[in-house]
């Protein structure tokens, strides 16, 4: 269990950690084939528990439960915004690093 | 996808509004543990595709202009959120810096800030997903190919990827997949960065 509370406590790192980790078994270690096949499974197993572990912190706080009509329209602002924020960064980077205007992949 | 979203997330509610007794032990635990198994698998996906690995090496900078600048329009957006809205910039540009991965910017900012911005962040991210699956196609068609790529965010390698090659020509994919990639790399670094401003 200490293990385990050093894993949550330093969990950042070892995010970073994991996912190179991985990548760097599949470049250069061999992956099994039945582990590249049920890889996307994993991740929807995985991202099934996590909604889950989220829901269940959601509904056991109650001011969050309170605030959520409030929330979701902070979310959507900040989705929104940097949206835009994107479209336009991007279509002058463009603009000024390469010659084609419209983005060379239009045809 | 989105099905299974709402399903999971209403159930969890659910669960947690009605246990009698604390489960936050568990669901931290679970949250830990799912999400090194994830990254793992994850980075495995990413480790394979030595296709994509070796075109940044010759495509060299032109393929960073989308990562870049979607970064950069993020998180001038973000600003413009927190002025707006009168919330901490530090608050903004994390919920911005998940790029639409909603499940690790969520999990992340819960567990390093609060609940409450944890689920701004998690709302935010999805309806990142969702504003960029249903605009992709117009993008494409009336203002650039680039600029779908980067409105997708980390979803550009996976969810958004199919959209985004039907929506424009096939060669668009390798770009798309590396800014999925980079971006999708960044959103443990950033968040956490933004988090501390």
């Given at each position: ?73 902070k979310a959507a602002a900040v989705s929104f915004l940097s949206v835009l ?23 | ?197």
């Open positions: 269990m200490k293990i385990l509370g050093f894993l949550i406590d330093n969990s950042v790192y070892f995010y970073v950690a994991f996912m190179l980790a991985g990548a760097l078994v599949g470049y250069f270690g061999r992956v099994p084939n039945f582990i590249k096949r049920h890889n996307g499974r994993v991740q929807t197993l995985c991202l099934i528990l996590l909604l889950l572990a989220i829901g269940i912190e959601i509904g056991s706080n109650e001011e969050v439960l309170k605030a959520l009509g409030n929330l979701g329209y924020g994107t479209i336009f960064c991007i279509n002058i980077f463009v603009r000024f690093l390469t010659k084609d205007k419209k983005g060379m992949m239009n045809h | 996808m989105i099905v299974i979203i709402v399903a999971c997330l209403a159930g969890g509610i659910l669960i947690g509004k009605l246990a009698v007794f604390s489960l936050s032990n568990i669901t931290n635990l679970i949250i830990t543990l799912g999400l090194f198994v994830l990254l793992f698998s994850v980075g495995i996906d990413l480790g394979c595709n030595k296709k994509a690995l070796r075109n940044i090496r010759e495509d060299g900078i032109k393929l960073f202009i989308v990562p870049v600048a979607t970064v950069l329009g993020t998180g001038f957006g973000s600003s413009l959120a927190s002025i707006l809205l009168r919330m901490p910039l530090n608050e903004t540009l994390a919920v911005g810096a998940g790029f639409g991965w909603y499940s690790l910017s969520g999990v992340l900012i819960t567990q390093m800030h609060s609940v409450e911005l944890g689920t701004v962040a998690f709302l935010s991210n999805v309806i990142r997903e969702v504003i960029a699956l249903i605009s992709i196609p117009l993008i494409s068609r009336y203002i650039g190919s680039f600029e779908a790529v980067g409105v997708a965010g980390a979803t550009a390698m996976d969810t958004a990827l199919p959209v985004i090659v039907k929506s424009n020509s096939p060669d668009i994919a390798i770009y798309s997949f590396i800014s999925g990639f980079l971006l999708t790399l960044l959103v443990p670094v950033l968040v956490p960065l933004a988090l501390g401003l």
